[in-house]
């Protein structure tokens, strides 16, 4: 026989035994709930998971209500199981489960801010202490859905059922909707506005002046020398990050590769437009040309680094109003280098959708690496960002460590893959890819060796 509804019972009851409940110890209280108390504890439940989890997210955020929303079919299929096995007591058991979960839910949040703000403690912070409190915290949660069962006498097949229900619930939609509703969003930040080119005679006689410098500012070949050539191309105005990444490969590129005067840096920004040639569509053809004019095809190595925002199309977006710039594509790319002569290439792009200049530009005497696979965005390329993950992992990190481009690569996609992990990334991860052509890799040995030998 069911129990007598008690009305009686107040909304602070429902929650505190709800609580008791959260650590395993009997729920005392007696009764059905009024729709009221369930409602209020939802709401509840949801605030504490919404607000804590605004928190685990540093600085802007946006928010993805798919995200938020798909879970809660788990809840529903929750609430039929629990149905089927003690009818007539599912909305006391959800009520009491749904206050318990505050205390799990609470205590996963505040580690997830621990974790965004780096407070781990040491212990906490190796993989297989991390994956220990993650098994750890489904193993209260499945304990207090057996506790509550039990509590509503519930005996035999029922309460193991529900336990292996409740795991299969909770790996389901950790796989299935690994989104975490909050996610940063770079594009909310709210800064200064970025400096626009100011287009005058004065600007285009100095920009002419920057690039006939920079061209003739080339260094040549050196006979029997691996030397190392680069094209580093920044064509987005809007974001200082392009600027700041783009010299810092310039930077890395003639200091660890022996590139120093072969490297021609394009970028467009307000505050280059008198001393780095602009990155247009026309000059990386103009620079792949000038550069080859200086290579020595057969032996010498042509580094190319475009860094820019990508899209679906996989082409890289161009800014520098009020001057009118298009995109490039990797086809545009190919060809200037096939034009050009360049024979041995190694190409890195770090946009969104970059996988998608494989194809294109690879074959036996090109290395690419991109920095998302075709279908993927990358992370870093905001207002707020110093430099892109790719370009930060592969250059500012692993290639100041080594010369050899596939172990930077392989070295680097870890690293990324936990930055992304960590800071939210909600489209899932960029998959980085590489392509090596054969015939490239006794040259970039051959140049592996040079430099390391150097003093």
């Not at 002419?208 to 050539?229: E, I, N």
Request: proline share 7%; aromatic share 10%; charged share 15%.
């Amino acid at each position: 026989m069911m129990p007598p509804m008690q009305d009686t019972v107040p909304f602070t009851r429902w929650l505190r035994e709800g609580l008791r409940a959260g650590v395993l110890l009997p729920a005392r209280v007696e009764g059905q709930p009024r729709p009221w108390h369930l409602v209020a504890l939802l709401v509840l439940l949801t605030a504490v998971e919404l607000g804590l989890g605004r928190l685990e997210v540093s600085g802007p955020a946006g928010f993805s209500f798919r995200a938020w929303l798909a879970p809660w079919w788990a809840t529903a299929a929750l609430v039929l199981l629990a149905w089927a096995m003690f009818p007539g007591q599912v909305a006391r058991w959800f009520t009491l489960w749904t206050a318990a979960l505050l205390l799990p839910t609470t205590a996963s949040l505040l580690l997830g801010i621990a974790q965004s703000r780096s407070a781990l403690p040491p212990v906490l912070k190796t993989e297989w202490a991390g994956w220990a409190v993650y098994l750890a915290l489904w193993a209260w949660t499945v304990a207090i859905g057996v506790q509550l069962a039990r509590g509503l006498h519930a005996r035999g097949w029922r309460p193991a059922a529900l336990a292996l229900a409740l795991v299969l619930l909770l790996g389901s939609t950790a796989w299935i909707f690994p989104e975490r509703p909050w996610y940063p969003d770079e594009s909310l930040a709210q800064g200064e506005e970025a400096p626009r080119l100011q287009l005058s005679q004065e600007t285009f006689e100095a920009q002419q002046a920057a690039w006939d410098q920079a061209v003739a500012g080339l260094a040549a070949q050196r006979p029997g020398v691996v030397d190392v050539y680069g094209l580093v191309f920044a064509p987005y105005a809007e974001e200082d990050v392009f600027l700041r990444e783009s010299t810092l490969v310039a930077g890395v590129l003639a200091e660890r590769f022996d590139a120093a005067g072969r490297v021609l840096h394009l970028v467009n920004h307000a505050t280059t437009a008198t001393s780095h040639p602009w990155a247009t569509p026309l000059n990386l053809e103009r620079a792949v040309q000038a550069l080859a004019g200086r290579m020595d095809p057969g032996e010498d190595l042509l580094v190319v680094y475009l860094t820019s925002h990508g899209a679906s199309d996989h082409k890289l977006a161009a800014s520098h109003g009020p001057l009118a710039v298009g995109p490039v594509s990797p086809g545009e790319l190919r060809v200037a280098l096939d034009k050009a002569g360049v024979r041995h290439r190694v190409i890195a792009v770090s946009a969104c959708y970059s996988g998608g200049w494989v194809a294109p530009l690879a074959n036996e005497h090109t290395l690419v690496m991109t920095a998302a696979d075709a279908t993927h965005t990358s992370y870093g390329c905001g207002k707020l960002s110093e430099l892109t993950f790719f370009g930060r992992a592969l250059f500012d990190e692993q290639l100041r460590k080594t010369h050899s481009f596939e172990q930077a690569f392989a070295a680097a996609v870890p690293v990324i893959a936990q930055r992304e992990q960590e800071a939210g990334k909600s489209d899932g991860f960029s998959n980085p890819q590489i392509s090596v052509g054969e015939a490239i890799r006794p040259l970039l040995r051959q140049l592996e060796q040079r430099l390391q030998s150097r003093p």
